[in-house]
């Protein structure tokens, strides 16, 4: 069964980068010096595993914006990408935090819609990827 963990890049930095090179670097290319920055030193970091096997990440940086959603190839579709995002909505309300917002690759805005985000401007182009805006208010 799947189990989870969350905490500080120093505790999960392994896992997640594990899983992040995997999805955005091999499989999307974008450049490894685009995916590492210094806000996963200051982010709380979210994994899920299946057995010992880190199978998906995600971060929550501290100006409420939700990044590095991942989940590897052979776990998409189980419905691995909206557990995670769960945990960090419930954390999001668990912190009274107001809100919560990303930049969704265009190809995932339904799946964050499914979830109650809301696309908020336009189109733009991130790392030859398209994506767009989009934000969540956290109900107490």
């Known amino acids: 069964m799947y189990h989870f963990k969350q905490g500080r890049w120093d505790q999960l930095q392994q896992d997640a980068k594990l899983i ?3 999805v955005f670097i091999a499989e999307q290319h974008i450049p490894e ?3 590492w920055d210094d806000h996963d030193a200051i982010s709380q970091h979210f994994v899920i595993y299946d057995q010992d096997q ?3 990440t995600a971060r929550l940086l501290q100006n409420h914006s939700v ?3 991942a989940v590897v190839k052979a776990y998409r579709g189980q419905g691995i990408g ?3 995002m769960l945990k960090i909505i ?3 309300q668990q912190q009274a935090r107001p809100h919560l917002q990303l930049s969704s690759q265009i190809h995932a805005v339904s799946f964050y819609q499914q979830l109650g985000f809301i696309v908020q401007g336009d189109e733009y ?3 030859g ?3 767009i805006e989009m934000t969540m208010s956290i109900d107490r």
């Open 20 to 22: 992040r090179t995997q």
């Open 54 to 56: 880190p199978i998906a």
């Open 82 to 84: 909206r557990m995670i």
């Open 67 to 69: 990044g590095r959603v």
């Open 125 to 127: 182009d991130e790392c």
């Open 129 to 131: 990827i398209p994506h």
């Open 33 to 35: 010096a685009e995916e």
């Open 90 to 92: 419930a954390y999001a």
